[in-house]
C-alpha cells in the first residue's frame, strides 16, 4: 500500500524566510570570460540549460555577481545560505566537467527527496 502524503516525511528546501531569489546561469556568464576558450555555440547552449548549471542566488547577490571573472565570483558563492551554490563557489573554475559533478550531487538529492519506490 503506497503511504499517505502525510506519512512522508517533510523536507524543507528553503528555509522558512527566504530573501528574494533568482536563480545564476553559471556558465553561460563565466565560461568563456574565465577561460578564454571559445565553445561551440550549441555546447554552450546545451550546456547552459542544464540543472547543475543553475544555481539559487539571493537577487542582491545576482547583481553583485555580473559577467566577470569566476574566481572572484567565489566568495559570494561560498557565503550563500543554499547547499548547491556553496558547492559551486568550491570549485577553482567552472568547467563542463564541474557542471557535471553538480549536476551528478543535484540527482543525488533528488532521488532522496523523491524516492523512486
Not at 569566476?70 to 557565503?79: A, E, S, V
Request: glycine share 6%; proline share 8%.
Amino acid at each position: 500500500m503506497k503511504p499517505k502524503i502525510a506519512d512522508r516525511p517533510t523536507i524543507r528546501a528553503f528555509p522558512t524566510k527566504t530573501p528574494p531569489l533568482s536563480i545564476w546561469n553559471i556558465f553561460f556568464h563565466s565560461i568563456q570570460e574565465q577561460t578564454g576558450q571559445t565553445f561551440p555555440r550549441d555546447q554552450v547552449e546545451a550546456l547552459a540549460k542544464r540543472l547543475g548549471n543553475m544555481v539559487l542566488i539571493k537577487k542582491t547577490d545576482n547583481k553583485k555577481l555580473g559577467n566577470g571573472n569566476f574566481t572572484k565570483k567565489k566568495p559570494i558563492l561560498t557565503g550563500a545560505q543554499y547547499v548547491t551554490t556553496k558547492m559551486v563557489g568550491t570549485f577553482n573554475d567552472w568547467s563542463p566537467q564541474n557542471l557535471e559533478k553538480c549536476q551528478k550531487k543535484l540527482a543525488e538529492y533528488a532521488l532522496k527527496a523523491w524516492p523512486l519506490k
